[in-house]
């Protein structure tokens, strides 16, 4: 019930187009829900976050999805650059990311083709 | 925006040593830090949860003699890998949360290679 499952491990994007990664969460007691983005011998850094009472956040480019009922939440990141190249990972807390730890989803490695 | 840096981003120690990496939050207070361990091509794995003057919190099946967890100030956690062996090998990452404010910030890092 801790899980958090995300889809697809990988994905490869032409340069311009729309990636879209999905995380499918159990426990109903979470309400933080960021997505973090990872490149190579880094450490993740935070990109955009939602709680539950909201349905869309957009920031530039990227923009969260989420859907309370079925327990989903979704990054797309509109006009995909190569610089987007890198891991993305979902996550969920819970006390409104005040309290209590990340649970990470598996990750996904996005490509931006030229 | 909040800072957290993690030292070092690189180490190799022989088989048998002891192993420190800091995690510091440079511009606020963090009562609570997190520290992870990344194996190449996966997810995030939580070790172990530390709270500034109070013993850390391990995760399961995390050797706590194995990885000490000092958490002596609001701005300084400490992981120290023990009698490293080989398979100790992997990417250890720290994240600390505000005192006040939300969120977590990750640090950088630190490659831990054990021959």
């Known amino acids: 019930q801790q899980q958090v499952k995300q889809s697809p491990q990988s994905l490869i994007v032409q340069k311009g187009g729309i990636s879209i990664i999905n995380c499918a969460y159990e426990?109903?007691?979470?309400?933080?829900f960021p997505w973090y983005q990872q490149f190579p011998g880094k450490g993740p850094a935070l990109l955009i976050a939602i709680r539950p009472d909201v349905s869309e956040k957009k920031e530039g480019r990227f923009t969260i999805s989420f859907n309370k009922s079925a327990k989903q939440f979704s990054l797309h990141i509109m006009d995909s650059q190569p610089g987007d190249s890198a891991t993305y990972f979902c996550a969920a807390s819970m006390g409104s990311g005040n309290t209590g730890k990340l649970i990470f989803g598996q990750g996904t490695t996005l490509q931006v083709k030229p | 925006g909040a800072v957290v840096s993690q030292h070092p981003s690189r180490v190799i120690c022989k088989s048998g040593t002891s192993v420190k990496i800091e995690c510091r939050s440079l511009d606020f207070q963090a009562t609570t830090m997190f520290w992870y361990r990344q194996f190449p091509k996966q997810s995030l794995m939580l070790m172990a949860t530390s709270n500034e003057g109070s013993k850390a919190t391990y995760e399961q099946g995390v050797e706590k003699d194995k990885f000490l967890i000092n958490h002596a100030s609001l701005t300084l956690s400490t992981l120290t890998v023990t009698s490293a062996h080989p398979e100790d090998s992997s990417f250890y990452i720290c994240s600390a949360r505000p005192l006040t404010g939300t969120g977590y910030t990750f640090g950088s890092g630190t490659r831990l290679t054990v021959v």
């Open positions: 426990n109903t007691a979470f309400d933080y």
